[in-house]
């Protein structure tokens, strides 16, 4: 069964410091990975997108990371701030016969002052 | 200036009722999406369309119906609704069907709530 978990399922962390959200598939044949950040109220953002091939993409403090092997995506966050708050999706993306979007529930982040 | 836009981005009403969502991306993109995300904030596809073709459509009841008079728009309408169609719906487009590392652009979403 096509399966995006992600972890952990909410993080609160102090404005200014770095933290790793993960992201683990189960979704074949694979096509892409992305990542996106959704404020409250609001439609998600791409952050990143990564192919089979790519193992590191950064757009600016946010950084992704993909282990096809493992199947497994991080995405660090640098230097936190408080406009980073929100839900952070992994989204894998399966193509046999048409796309297919498998979401994972995301991860909450709250930085404080 | 808005890429993908959707009204209204609240719709409260009561059960039995028939509503629609409409959407509008002024992207120049040949495929659209529209989404359900849940209490529970998870996202699910319903239905995407490439160049006014219908290309997937999710275990979605036939009470929800797309409609794409345009390249430029997708609208939902909803007959007869029930209590668990309450969600945020969000409307998102695309470049092209099938390109590799093809980025999606959401719209704001519309908060559905039935009463």
């Known amino acids: 069964k096509n399966q995006v978990e992600q972890s952990p399922q909410s993080l609160i962390i102090l404005e200014g410091k770095n933290c790793t959200l993960q992201?683990?598939?189960?979704?074949?044949?694979?096509?892409?990975l992305r990542w996106y950040k959704q404020d409250t109220g609001r439609g998600p953002v791409s952050l990143t997108i990564?192919?089979?091939?790519?193992n590191t993409k950064s757009n600016g403090r946010y950084t992704a990371t993909l282990d096809a092997d493992t199947k497994q995506s991080s995405l660090h966050i640098t230097a936190s701030q408080l406009s980073d708050s929100a839900s952070y999706i992994c989204v894998v993306t399966s193509y046999n016969y048409g796309q297919n979007f498998v979401f994972g529930p995301g991860t909450r982040l709250s930085v404080l002052p | 200036d808005t890429a993908v836009s959707q009204t209204p981005k609240y719709l409260v009403t009561q059960m039995g009722n028939d509503k629609s969502i409409k959407c509008e991306q002024n992207l120049g993109h040949d495929t659209m999406y529209w989404y359900k995300q849940d209490s529970k904030k998870f996202l699910k596809i319903m239905f995407s369309?490439?160049?006014?073709?219908?290309?997937i459509n999710e275990t979605v009841p036939n009470r929800f119906s797309p409609k794409s008079p345009d390249k430029a728009h997708l609208n939902l309408h909803i007959n007869s609704l029930e209590l668990g169609d309450s969600a945020v719906y969000f409307c998102?487009?695309?470049?092209?069907?099938?390109?590799?590392?093809?980025?999606?652009?959401f719209g704001p979403g519309t908060r559905l709530t039935v009463l």
């Open positions: 369309y490439n160049n006014k073709e219908l290309i």
């Open positions: 990564m192919t089979f091939s790519e």
């Open positions: 992201c683990n598939y189960t979704v074949s044949p694979f096509s892409n």
């Open positions: 998102a487009s695309s470049p092209a069907w099938g390109l590799a590392g093809s980025e999606q652009f």
